[in-house]
Every structure is written in structure tokens, then in C-alpha cells.
């Protein structure tokens, strides 16, 4: 089992830049696929990113390609989310989940951190 928190959230100008942490307790967190998921006030939780367990591969939906940078650190049992050049559309709930399966769908992660609010004005 892997319990996960986010930190890293806050309120930002569009064309701005905010760092996601995902830190995570247990030993077995370089076992797990981790991904971002985000959640926008009236709509559905959707797929961000995700990246492997040696962090060699990494996916994102289309949207964030070429601004989000998803990267880990097994040793500090983390993973980051470098966002930038972002715009309010990015405004949502960021929450990170481990998989032991991986892929864009949420039914694949079997646990969830609280999240954390991104918001972006314009």
C-alpha cells in the first residue's frame, strides 16, 4: 500500500509556472506507475499525465503537451509536475494516484492522494 500527498498548488497569472509535488510513504513506491489526474469544478476527473516506474516513458494528454513535464525521484519517493505557460483552462483539483498498471484510465489507480487546487487567472 502507498499513501500519496500533494503540495505545490497555489494561484498563478496565465503564462505562469507552479511545481506539483507527489510525495509518497512506503518502500515500494518505485513498483507503482504514477499519473496526474485533475478535476474542474462541474466536470468529470480527467487524465493529465503519467510516468513509468523508472520514469523512462512518460504520457500526456494533448492538452498539456509541450507546457507539463512529469518527472520522479525514486530515491525521495516523489514525483513532480513542472507546469508552464499555463493557462485558466488549467484551473482544477491536481491529484496524483499510483497504478500497478498504468494508462490514462482512473479505474487503473488504486490509490489516490487529497489533492491540490491550481487556479489560474487571466
Known amino acids: 500500500q502507498v499513501q500519496l500527498v500533494e503540495s505545490g498548488g497555489g494561484l498563478v497569472q496565465a503564462g505562469g509556472s507552479l511545481r506539483l509535488s507527489c510525495a509518497a510513504s512506503?518502500?515500494?513506491?518505485?513498483?507503482?506507475?504514477i499519473g496526474w489526474f485533475r478535476q474542474a469544478p462541474g466536470k468529470e476527473r480527467d487524465f493529465v499525465a503519467a510516468?513509468?516506474?523508472?520514469?523512462?516513458?512518460?504520457d500526456y494528454v494533448d492538452s498539456v503537451k509541450g507546457r507539463f513535464t512529469i518527472s520522479r525521484d525514486n530515491a525521495k519517493n516523489t514525483v513532480y509536475l513542472q507546469m508552464n505557460s499555463l493557462k485558466p483552462e488549467d484551473t482544477a483539483v491536481y491529484v496524483c494516484?499510483?497504478?500497478?498498471?498504468?494508462?490514462?484510465?482512473?479505474?487503473?489507480?488504486?490509490?489516490w492522494g487529497q489533492g491540490t487546487q491550481v487556479t489560474v487567472s487571466s
Open positions: 494516484a499510483a497504478s500497478r498498471i498504468g494508462g490514462k484510465s482512473s479505474i487503473n489507480y488504486a490509490y
Open positions: 512506503g518502500r515500494t513506491f518505485s513498483m507503482y506507475v
Open positions: 510516468i513509468t516506474r523508472s520514469g523512462a516513458n512518460t
